[in-house]
């Protein structure tokens, strides 16, 4: 039963990722929330078959890593632009 939370969980946050084409805030936290579920499964995963969890602190710091990095994507955006509307972004003003 706990799976099928979690992979509701997981597709629920997917739906809303390629749902969300507005704003670039909206698409970051669909995305954690994903990485989330993800991390929760792999957690479930590791303490039930009792394998070591140095493997999800290792996961959480790269979810840290991804976190900083869109964040700071979206301040210059916010920036650079005014607002974080994904519309208005354009490779070419780059």
């Known amino acids: 039963m706990m799976d099928y939370m979690l992979m509701f969980n997981l597709m629920c946050g997917a739906v809303v990722f390629c749902s969300a084409r507005k704003h670039l ?32 602190l290792i996961f959480l710091i790269f979810t840290v890593c991804e976190g900083a ?15 974080d509307y994904l519309s208005g972004i354009s490779t070419l003003s780059w």
Do not use: A, K
Request: aromatic content about 20%.
């Open 69 to 83: 990095l869109g964040l700071s994507v979206l301040v210059s955006l916010v920036r650079s632009q005014g607002n």
């Open 25 to 56: 805030l909206l698409t970051l936290l669909s995305l954690e929330f994903m990485v989330l579920s993800v991390f929760l499964c792999l957690f479930l995963f590791l303490y039930v078959y009792g394998y070591e969890l140095y493997f999800s």
